[in-house]
């Protein structure tokens, strides 16, 4: 099992490009979340996904901000018209179905805006 | 939604000493609490967890308490060991998502 993978590890985007970040969560699991973790801060929840479906968004700013993790497919992170203040580290995690259950980490995008 | 607070933001002690990392929440309906350890670059890993049925669960030298009333839930990590040196995360899981506190910071000096 290799675990969660995200990539890139590093990504490095001009202002006003797009970013796309994937997440493939570990086998047998259906769930994913997404984490932004700014320098020296905690992790900040953005959005919280199944398969096909978005079930909670409620940290994902309203606009340039995009989630989906298709039925075929690593889970994608998109953010269009990347603006300085998105430089940060974003993780992903999954966990199986069911709630308390453990949810894993993967090693993050490190993403930087020029 | 869910607001956790976590204490304190950086803690400092010498190997060998205890270290206590408290935590509140908000929501009363959140019922499992995991604690998170993140290594300078490197991904959060979970180290322990309590479940809102138990109020303490222990793990070599790692333990963790839950208040459910108060609703405040501790790790403690006893005999320091300078590899223990990390940020820690708290969490509380709501309905369906996990909130994290701020983290804290441990420096174990040897």
């Known amino acids: 099992n290799a675990g969660v993978m995200q990539n890139p590890r590093h990504l490095v985007r001009r202002r006003g490009q797009e970013a796309r970040l994937r997440c493939s969560p570990m086998k047998g699991h259906s769930h994913v979340y997404w984490y932004r973790q700014l320098p020296e801060e905690g992790l900040k929840f953005m959005v919280y996904l199944q398969k096909e479906n978005i079930i909670d968004e409620s940290g994902m700013p309203k606009e340039r901000f995009s989630a989906e993790f298709p039925k075929e497919g690593p889970s994608i992170l998109r953010i269009q018209q990347v603006v300085r203040g998105d430089s940060a580290a974003y993780f992903c995690a999954s966990s199986q179905p069911g709630q308390n259950t453990e949810a894993f980490f993967g090693q993050g995008t490190r993403l930087t805006v020029v | 939604g869910e607001n956790v607070e976590q204490h304190p933001s950086t803690l400092s002690v010498q190997e060998g000493d205890s270290a206590v990392i408290k935590c509140t929440y908000s929501?009363?309906?959140?019922?499992?609490f995991p604690w998170y350890k993140q290594e300078l670059g490197k991904r959060p890993q979970l180290i322990i967890d309590i479940r809102s049925n138990v109020g303490e669960k222990k793990d070599q030298r790692i333990a963790v308490t839950l208040n459910k009333t108060a609703k405040h839930f501790s790790l403690h990590i006893t005999e320091t060991q300078p590899e223990d040196s990390a940020v820690y995360f708290c969490a509380a899981e709501g309905y369906s998502t996990l909130t994290f506190g701020k983290g804290t910071m441990l420096l174990v000096s040897p």
């Open positions: 929501d009363s309906a959140s019922n499992y």
